[in-house]
């Protein structure tokens, strides 16, 4: 399960930056917002844990983080996207590190996060296995790992209706306010389609040394949200 390239990832992000946080309110309705809530949730941190947020682009899910009293990093390799978050961080009143990494690549040594999330940014990484196993390394025994993502969709009319959606009102409205000159937008049904079905991805978790704890369908499967923790050797 390949990817498009990093250099070719990096620079479509880089592109959308600017417009990145309206375009996802927009074009989602406003459920991202939501979508990033469960992730919270089913992450069920207290105070004092340890998070990395992962591909973590403009720093919404690392800040909401944050305000839940989290010591929290966020780490995406797009210095566009990445950019965009201090300022927010500040006007929230809370306190991020933000590191410029590649997912595959972490410069976090082992065992050091309770929680590692990711939320829109696996699908992205060009060897998503190699990042899997790098968020195994840096979470300590028993950490979860927190995963929200768009899967394939196995019911028929939610797949109907996401892909009329994605593949012919979305690019409009992305070339109207000249979203991604280098088609970000109509990458992104397309990566969906080619990404892990979510019984693959769920096997990619327990062959990584996870132990998947729920795989939860939101909005009628558009999105997932996995949680799953880190076996004890
Ligand atoms: C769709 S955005 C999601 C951003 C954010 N997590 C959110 O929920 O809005 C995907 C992000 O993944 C980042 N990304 C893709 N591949 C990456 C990699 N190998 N390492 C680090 N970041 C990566 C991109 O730069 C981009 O900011």
Redesign the pocket.
């Known amino acids: 399960m390949v990817a498009p390239a990093?250099k070719q990832?990096?620079s479509m992000?880089g592109e959308i930056a600017e417009r990145?946080d309206f375009l996802?309110g927009f074009l989602s309705f406003g459920i991202?917002r939501l979508w990033?809530r469960r992730a919270i949730k089913g992450a069920a941190v207290s105070a004092s844990d340890k998070v990395l947020?992962?591909?973590?682009?403009?720093g919404?899910?690392a800040i909401a983080f944050a305000k839940e009293g989290c010591q929290t990093t966020g780490?995406?390799?797009?210095y566009q996207?990445l950019s965009k978050a201090p300022p927010k961080a500040d006007k929230n009143k809370v306190s991020v590190d933000w590191v410029q990494?590649?997912?595959?690549q972490l410069p976090f040594t082992d065992d050091s996060f309770d929680v590692v999330s990711?939320?829109?940014?696996i699908r992205?990484?060009?060897n998503a296995e190699l990042?899997i196993q790098e968020c195994h390394r840096v979470l300590k025994e028993g950490g979860r790992l927190v995963v929200?993502e768009f899967f394939p969709i196995p019911n028929p009319v939610w797949r109907f209706l996401f892909r009329l959606y994605f593949l012919r009102v979305l690019p409009v409205i992305a070339a109207v306010v000249r979203a991604g000159r280098t088609g970000a937008y109509t990458y992104l049904p397309q990566s969906v389609d080619e990404f892990y079905t979510a019984n693959a991805f769920a096997k990619l978790l327990t062959s990584s040394e996870f132990k998947l704890l729920s795989d939860t369908a939101l909005t009628g499967g558009v999105s997932r949200l996995f949680v799953a923790v880190k076996k004890s050797q």
């Open positions: 990093g990832v990096q992000f990145y996802n991202d990033r947020d992962l591909c973590c682009g403009t919404d899910l780490a995406d390799f797009t996207m990494a590649d997912a595959q990711i939320a829109f940014g992205n990484v060009e990042a929200l």
